[in-house]
Antibody, heavy 117, light 107 residues
Framework: QVQLVESGGGVVQPGRSLRLSCAASGFTFGSYEMHWVRQAPGKGLEWVALISYHGSDKYYADSVKGRFTISRDNSKNTLYLQMSSLRVDDTAVYYC??????????WGQGTTVTVSS | EIVLTQSPATLSLRPGERATLSCRASQTVSSYLAWYQQRPGQAPRLLINDASRRATGIPARFSGSGSGTDFTLTISSLEPEDFAVYYCQQRSSGPLTFGGGTKVEIK
């Protein structure tokens, strides 16, 4: 079935780096734009980053620009989020999501990132 | 950046009652508006796309309306599983944004 599975979350100190992965299955991964969305504890949803079908175009929220890098490997059906210079306010559940018709029709279950000293 | 303002923040209703949720955009988003449901501990689920088109598998009690800057999500008769948080989202222009959410709780 159509599925997205995130991994790579954990506890990390401020200033360190972490890479998240999102494995896609059940659909033609390279035919969709993909996003990362996060949710801080007890808060709402915040869009983080977008990558185009072939990875040539990337867009970021101002809050992560210059620190996070989105990428994809269509041969491995996998989306990535490289996070560096992590801050305490990056603590959140990170979801990958598939975009179809301007909305997110498929979401992963999320992976938790905790930034704490 | 387009700001989406959802109201009310909390809606206290009983099963079987009608829920009306509002989402107002700071500038026009045409019909590029979606609604999501998020139950505790779960990922969001797409309910409505293009302001009024139900996503695959979404029950008919969910309906969306509006265009431009004012949008409404209506749940015609609340089922126990509908008590959750609802978010609107726009993809019209600028960075993609979400509203702050409306929690529908059991009265």
């Amino acid at each position: 079935q159509v599925q997205l599975v995130e991994s790579g979350g954990g506890v990390v100190q401020p200033g360190r780096s972490l890479r998240l992965s999102c494995a896609a299955s059940g659909f033609t991964f390279g035919s969709y734009e993909m996003h990362w969305v996060r949710q801080a504890p007890g808060k709402g949803l915040e869009w983080v980053a977008l990558i185009s079908y072939h990875g040539s175009d990337k867009y970021y929220a101002d809050s992560v620009k210059g620190r996070f890098t989105i990428s994809r490997d269509n041969s491995k059906n996998t989306l990535y989020l490289q996070m560096s210079s992590l801050r305490v306010d990056d603590t959140a559940v990170y979801y990958c999501a598939r975009e179809q018709d301007w909305a997110f029709d498929i979401w992963g279950q999320g992976t938790t990132v905790t930034v704490s000293s | 950046e387009i700001v989406l303002t959802q109201s009310p923040a909390t809606l206290s209703l009983r099963p079987g009652e009608r829920a009306t949720l509002s989402c107002r955009a700071s500038q026009t988003v045409s019909s590029y508006l979606a609604w999501y449901q998020q139950r505790p501990g779960q990922a969001p689920r797409l309910l409505i796309n293009d302001a009024s088109r139900r996503a695959t598998g979404i029950p008919a009690r969910f309906s969306g309306s509006g265009s431009g800057t004012d949008f409404t999500l209506t749940i015609s008769s609340l089922e126990p599983e509908d008590f959750a948080v609802y978010y609107c989202q726009q993809r019209s222009s600028g960075p993609l944004t979400f509203g702050g959410g409306t929690k529908v709780e059991i009265k």
